[in-house]
């Protein structure tokens, strides 16, 4: 049963939602303040949300999904919260989801009609995100991820892509020295993961050819050095050393993969 209070006045040119408020089980709610325009207009389509807040919690998800069949763990409460503002083909927004196993922040916006462009700002703070896919290897994650982007189609997009781990762990192992970036010109372009301490020196790159109808792929691992024992992976002294190369082109119904290692 929904129940709840719902206050729109306007016309349909330009609507105006004011304390908004449906309620649905016994944690579940929704807050709705903002305005939209052209509702029956969907290629003119405004809205200004100023004001979005979704509650819930495990119990009342569960109804609706299965923690068993997906293998996961639902935190036990759920907070959507934050402002949307733009049309059907552009999105601006602040967002931040907070649960009981932590919190993502998502800033930044996106544009798709004559050309693609975006720019955002994810953070994740203190997620327990081995408690949710139920593997307590992985430790708590905090990180901030910037990526940018501008093209008229995926063969011409210039994007870029950094980031910065604060707290990253398996099998309490500290791994917050992990780097990731990437960048990209006119669909052509390279991400690296990088980490080195004393027991894992490991420098990954993928290079890669984005196209519509085939694309192109190119991996190299290069393991430098591991010791397993030291990352808490095996018992016994083990220590290992490889390099792994791969090459993906075509899509997902025609390609050609070839690899190897030494």
Do not use: C
């Not at 999105?91 to 916006?109: A, F, P």
């Not at 020196?201 to 085939?214: I, M, P, Q, R, Y």
């Amino acid at each position: 049963i929904i129940d709840g209070k719902l206050k729109v006045s306007g016309t349909l040119a330009e609507m105006t939602i004011e304390n908004t408020a449906l309620n649905w089980g016994k944690s579940t709610s929704l807050v709705i303040n903002g305005s939209v325009k052209n509702i029956t207009q969907l290629d003119q389509l405004e809205y200004n949300l100023d004001e979005i807040q979704f509650k819930t919690d495990s119990t009342d998800i569960s109804k609706f999904i299965s923690e068993k069949e997906l293998g996961i763990s639902i935190p036990d409460t759920l907070i959507l919260k934050g402002n949307f503002k733009g049309t059907l083909n552009k999105i601006v927004t602040k967002s931040q989801l907070i649960t009981s196993e932590g919190t993502v922040t998502l800033e930044g916006n996106f544009h798709n009609k004559d050309t693609l462009a975006f720019d955002a700002q994810l953070d994740v703070e203190k997620l327990e995100l081995g408690r949710i896919i139920l593997n307590n290897k992985i430790g708590p994650l905090t990180f901030t991820a910037r990526a940018s982007g501008v093209g008229s189609s995926v063969n011409t997009l210039d994007a870029q892509l950094t980031s910065e781990f604060k707290s990253l762990s398996y099998n309490s192992y500290d791994l917050s020295n992990l780097k990731l970036d990437g960048k990209m010109k006119e669909g052509k372009g390279e991400a690296d993961l990088v980490y080195k301490d004393h027991n894992l020196d490991l420098d990954t790159k993928l290079l890669f050819k984005l196209d519509s109808v085939s694309s192109r792929f190119g991996l190299t691992v290069d393991m430098k050095g591991a010791d397993l024992t030291a990352l808490g992976l095996t018992r016994k002294e083990i220590r290992a050393k490889f390099k792994l190369k791969a090459d993906f082109t075509g899509n997902q119904d025609n390609f050609d993969l070839q690899a190897n290692i030494d």
